[in-house]
Structure formats: structure tokens, C-alpha cells
């Protein structure tokens, strides 16, 4: 017995792009994958948590989720499609059209429920993946994201309760799920986690550690039996502590400019006789590139003659790159926007973010290490002084030191010039 599963996680359906709208990019994404699920000709579709950007998505970014989902299973009679939670998903939003959805052959799992003894409703979790055989071919255990609250009693307490919590769960999960495979079907996993190891992309604030670097959960919570695991939650593809059959498949999208430079894409996974036959990463189409100048930063008449290099804008704005400027300065600079918006007017770019650094920023700052009881010892122009150096790499010019002078007296007086009021 042969089935072909296609998996994919993090789209972030409703996410702007500093304030940028991303539905047609996301559209445009929905409907290659809609394309290569019929060329493919796949029988599974596995969703891996945060699918939406927010708990309450704008209805525009549902109403896109819910299209494709209608696309896809016109397209392909018998397709089935396994959806979980993510931790930026809302659990019971996701789960609450699901008695609509299994019409269509599409199972969501947002919660763990328990049984009449108490324990992790692990039953609830297996689906049977027939594919478009009509045969059962393989199980899929769709475990959304986990809290504590979900662990078996008495296995999430203590230090590294978090990770001992999880590694109970999946193998209990587990264990249970292979009491239903007969010979030849294969076990797939699912999970929307941080595991211990994986490469994060170091901006994207998605895929933040959830319980403060707590919760990473090793390899081995997910046992030696799964054919496959499915996972979300990190937004680089990779695999886990070098194993084949254990992936994150990435965000389709880009979620931060740290993700400039390497693919997104979703996994082909081919399954036969109950093991991984076969593995392909199937890149996804850049429809709005990320775009930084220059690539490192340079002084800020450099960086303006580099962008009047851009090229003109055309009349496809939707697929102009997402522009980063990064600049070196030597002190603040406030006509700085204003000379990169000047600089841009008629080119082909969306202006994102200005990146400012400064020489010397990351050395360590002065007298690092005070104690905070020496604080009351120190004039606010000592601390301004700090902190201005801190910043810039130089000292404060005389200007500021007078105005920073008035600003205190009149602070002090309670009689605060209008313009020094906000």
C-alpha cells in the first residue's frame, strides 16, 4: 500500500508585513499549493499548527482558509486534509466548524480531551489516512499544540517538567496508536513544538520560545516507531537532530528579514508497506522577495546613492520586494526617514524597515556591572550621558547638553515648556 502526504505548516493567514497587507501573497501561495496537491496527486494534506496569524483572524483571512479547503477537495475526490492548532491559533475557533468540515474530509484538532478515566483522550487524536484508496493505509496521530494541562497526571512536575510532560504524552500517544496499526500501515505524528536544537531564525517573534526557552523537547519524545513526523511551530526547514523522518516543513513565507536568503517550501512525503519510501522538498515560489541596501550597513550618502540605483516602479505593486535600509551613523540623524522616503519616491520597492547601527553599539556598554544602589548617587546628566554614549559612540554635543539642562529645571519647577510637554 502506497500514500502520498504533503506537509506544510506556519502560514499565518491575516499577518502583515510591517503593515504591509500579505493576502495576495498568501492567496498566491494558496493557490500554488492548491496546484501542486492535483499535479502531485497527493492523498493527504497535513496542516501543522498555526495556520492563522492571531486567535480572532480578520474575516477576510478565514474566509481565504476556508476557500482553498473547498478547492482542493472539489479537486481531489478522496483527498483528506489533517489540520492542527498552533500556539498563535485559537483552539476552539479552529475546532468548531469541524462537524461541517469532516463533510468535506477535513479533521481539526485544537484540544485533548479526556477520557472517562481521566487520561489524554489519545483515540480522539488518531485519524485513519485512506487517501484516495478508500483503504487505510496509514494512521496519523494529529496532536495540536500541547499545554501543561493536557500532560498524564503526574508526568509535568518538577525541573524540565515541560519536557518530561511531552515525552509522556507522545508515548503513551503513541503506544496507543500502534495497538490500531495493522501490518503494512504506517504511523505518522504530528506535533506544533519547539524541539531541543532546532535553528530559529533569530527576528521572527512568531516562533518565540513559548515558555521562555523552557518547553524544547528532544528527539526522543517522539519514539523509534512514527514513519513520519509532521511538525510546525519553527519557521526554518530542517530536520531534527539529523533525522530523515523527523521535519519541520517551514513557513511558506518569509516571517522576518533573517529569512532572506534561504528556501521555503513544503515536504512530499511518500509512504508504502507501513515505512518512508521516499522524501522531496518542493520549493515554494518567491512571489515578493525580501530585499536588503545595501547588504551591510554603510554611511548614509552611500546608502542614498544605492537606492536611487533601484529600479522604477511599475504598475505590479503588489509584487514589488519588502525593502530594508541599513545605515551606519555616527549620531542621530533625524531628517533620516525622510531622506530615505525622497530617495525611493517612483521606485519599485515597499519601504519596510530602516535599520540604523552605530560604530562601536555592541561594545560593551561603560562602567557595565553598577550596582543599581549607586543610581541615586548619579545626576540625570551623568545618565543621559551614559546612555548617549551607550548609543552613538560619542560624546554629547553642547546643544543637547544645554536643552537637556532646561528640560530638567523646568521638569523640577513643574513648568515644562509647551514643545518639551509631550
Not at 176 to 194: K, P
Not at 319 to 329: E, K, M
Request: glycine share 10%.
Amino acid at each position: 500500500m502506497a500514500l502520498r502526504i504533503l506537509h506544510t505548516a506556519d502560514w499565518h493567514l491575516g499577518q502583515s508585513f510591517y503593515e504591509y497587507d500579505r493576502m495576495p501573497e498568501q492567496e498566491r501561495f494558496l493557490n500554488w499549493l492548491r496546484d501542486t496537491l492535483v499535479e502531485k496527486e497527493a492523498g493527504v494534506l497535513i496542516i501543522s499548527g498555526d495556520i492563522f496569524d492571531v486567535s480572532n483572524p480578520p474575516a477576510a483571512a478565514q474566509r481565504l482558509f476556508y476557500t482553498f479547503l473547498r478547492e482542493v477537495t472539489t479537486l481531489l475526490p478522496g483527498l483528506q486534509v489533517v489540520c492542527i492548532a498552533g500556539n498563535h491559533d485559537s483552539a476552539a475557533r479552529l475546532e468548531s466548524p469541524g462537524s461541517l468540515l469532516e463533510v468535506f474530509n477535513v479533521r481539526v484538532t485544537g484540544t485533548v480531551g479526556r477520557d472517562a478515566g481521566g487520561r489524554p483522550d489519545y483515540g480522539a487524536l488518531r485519524i485513519p489516512l485512506k487517501g484516495r484508496t478508500g483503504t487505510t493505509e496509514a494512521w496519523c496521530l494529529a496532536v495540536p499544540f500541547l499545554r501543561p494541562g493536557d500532560f498524564p497526571a503526574g508526568s509535568g512536575t518538577g525541573e524540565g517538567s515541560y519536557a518530561a510532560g511531552m515525552t509522556a504524552f507522545y508515548r503513551e500517544a503513541v503506544t496507543e496508536a500502534l495497538g490500531h496499526c495493522e501490518s503494512g500501515q504506517a504511523l505518522v505524528v504530528t506535533g506544533h513544538l519547539h524541539t531541543a536544537g532546532a535553528l530559529t531564525t533569530g527576528e521572527d517573534k512568531c516562533e518565540r520560545p513559548i515558555l521562555g526557552g523552557l518547553e524544547f523537547v528532544p528527539a526522543g519524545a517522539f519514539g523509534t516507531e512514527a514513519a513520519y513526523v509532521a511538525l510546525g511551530h519553527i519557521h526554518r526547514p530542517q530536520t531534527v537532530d539529523g533525522l530523515r523522518h523527523i521535519r519541520y516543513a517551514g513557513s511558506p513565507l518569509p516571517m522576518s528579514f533573517s529569512e532572506e536568503h534561504y528556501p521555503h517550501q513544503v515536504v512530499c512525503v511518500d509512504l508504502e508497506n507501513g515505512l518512508l519510501k521516499d522524501l522531496e522538498a518542493l520549493p515554494v515560489p518567491v512571489t515578493v522577495p525580501l530585499l536588503s541596501v545595501p547588504p551591510r550597513p554603510q554611511s548614509l550618502l552611500q546608502v542614498l546613492e544605492e537606492l536611487e540605483k533601484l529600479p522604477p516602479a511599475s504598475t505590479q505593486r503588489h509584487s514589488a520586494p519588502y525593502l530594508r535600509v541599513r545605515v551606519l551613523l555616527d549620531g542621530p540623524e533625524p531628517s533620516l526617514r525622510i531622506q530615505v522616503e525622497k530617495a525611493l519616491e517612483n521606485k519599485e520597492v515597499r519601504l519596510a524597515k530602516i535599520e540604523v547601527s552605530y560604530p562601536g553599539r555592541d561594545q560593551e556598554e561603560q562602567q557595565e556591572g553598577e550596582g543599581v544602589s549607586r543610581l541615586d548617587t548619579l545626576r540625570p546628566l551623568d545618565l543621559f550621558r551614559r546612555r548617549y554614549q551607550a548609543l552613538y559612540n560619542r560624546e554629547i554635543p553642547q546643544e543637547l547638553v544645554e536643552l537637556f539642562h532646561i528640560a530638567v529645571t523646568e521638569t523640577e519647577s513643574g513648568d515644562l515648556a509647551p514643545g518639551l510637554q509631550e
